[in-house]
């Protein structure tokens, strides 16, 4: 029996609505977001959105005041009028500090540190930030923003990935799975194999069949023996003798069920 390891509870983040957003902009804005955070099928992040009253007519640096106040250090979404004009949300982080004015980024503490991005781009963008493999500042300066960055710093374009077609780049999402003997296909063609490296004995990737009953794209990779793995309810699975480890990616176009919101979001 196919094993696909599914993802984990996916971190929470708060979206604040800051003011009256016209018909469907709501709607349209969580399609897109689901959209890049692969929602359905292997969240990148979710995001509880929240139309807090407190907050409407407030500056960004102002409700940043507000959440630090409130013990929420994290940083969070701010859902404005671009949202409508730009399908896009600011993410809002932090002050500058020493350190930033220190590297030449910031002419300042206290300075916010704030980005507008596109909203299909919003949960690689945080995973990115989250992960340290992208920094606010240097997506900044790619925006248009000169450095050191200034109190009333202008930002020219929206924050767009790169450029990167998050509808493609759906379709390259890696899973791992466990597949039994007869679940699987192998091959030892030359001209296959020579494409790893380094080169292994074998390729394998999942029989099309069970491919298509659980969402994944077979892709031809190099299988690793299965060891015992711990269910969600606690118990250990074992293998029959044969059984391996395949990576393969998720296909976006399968039939998922639809996505839930977080409760208490919008």
Known sequence: MVQVARPTD?????????????RGVLSKLKESFELG?????NPLVELVIKNEPAYHGKSHPDIRRAEDAAGRADGFFIIDDRAASDDA????????DDLRVGTGEADSTGILLKI???????ALTWVNYYVANMDIVADL???????PLTKYF???RVSNCGGLNVKAAARHQPLWLTAEPGEFDESTDPDLLKTFVPRPEKAARLCDSLAREHGVIPQWTVPF???PMTLPDGTEKTFPRGTVRLQQVWDPDFPWPEYKWPEGSL
């Open 141 to 147: 300066n790619h925006c248009g923003v000169h450095l």
């Open 154 to 156: 202008h930002q020219e």
């Open 10 to 22: 996916a971190p929470r983040v708060n979206a604040y609505i800051t003011t009256s957003l016209p």
């Open 225 to 227: 023996a299965a060891n």
């Open 89 to 96: 949300i600011w993410y809002v982080d932090v002050f500058t």
């Open 37 to 41: 955070a692969r929602s359905r099928f």
């Open 116 to 122: 507008l991005i596109r909203t299909d781009c919003v």
